[in-house]
T-cell receptor, first 115, second 110 residues
């Protein structure tokens, strides 16, 4: 596609509910990143894939967070048993090559509100 | 760990004024430096980048120079327009991971 596509754009979840957020990167982009952005703050790194391999998941805040990219293209970020502190915008970004010196292309994000 | 500190906003300027948004960083090794922009209702977009010391990134009239001696990457524009109103994020990438500042909101008034 022309850009990074994320769905849903907005998600309201009841506390304790599981959610799944989808990211469609630009076709052919090797690297894929997930970030969490709280209101008024910059994006915080969650996890990074190179093709289907998850190379870094050090930013995932708890074991309730899980990400996958099984075929090296579409990625899903899953949050189990959502808590209010999970409310944020979840951003996906992709990059053409392995190195990130080229900068990212970001999606528009999924705004998650946990009530 | 790595960190990025941006000038606190919001910043309000009149059209055609000179813009500076300060950014300093702390990192090990040799990071690449970036400015991203987020227009209202849109996602983050890469504005400009510099990958080594003394490099100057430029785009759409914006410039920033990678200053290793002062660990800075200040964003400048000589004459801002109303359409430049947005949130600007400074970021560094080091060992495959990017660290962002908290963003600076710029409002340009006619």
């Amino acid at each position: 596609g022309a850009g990074v596509s994320q769905s849903p754009r907005y998600k309201v979840a009841k506390r304790g509910q599981d959610v799944a957020l989808r990211c469609d990167p630009i076709s052919g982009h090797v690297s894929l990143f997930w970030y969490q952005q709280a209101l008024g703050q910059g994006p915080e790194f969650l996890t990074y894939f190179q093709n289907e391999a998850q190379l870094d998941k050090s930013g995932l805040p708890s074991d309730r967070f899980f990400a996958e990219r099984p075929e090296g293209s579409v990625s899903t970020l899953k949050i189990q048993r959502t808590q209010q502190e999970d409310s944020a915008v979840y951003l996906c970004a992709s990059s053409l090559l392995e190195g990130v010196d080229y900068g990212y292309t970001f999606g528009s994000g999924t705004r998650l509100t946990v009530v | 760990g790595d960190s990025v500190t941006q000038m606190e906003g919001p910043v309000t300027l009149s059209e055609e004024a000179f813009l500076t948004i300060n950014c300093t960083y702390t990192a090990t090794g040799y990071p690449s430096l970036f400015w991203y922009v987020q227009y209202p209702g849109e996602g983050l977009q890469l504005l400009l980048k510099a990958t080594k010391a003394d490099d100057k990134g430029s785009n759409k009239g914006f410039e920033a120079t990678y200053r290793k001696e002062t660990t800075s990457f200040h964003l400048e524009k000589g004459s801002v327009q109303v359409s430049d109103s947005a949130v600007y994020f400074c970021a560094l990438t080091n060992a495959g991971k990017s660290t962002f500042g908290d963003g600076t909101t710029l409002t340009v008034k006619p």
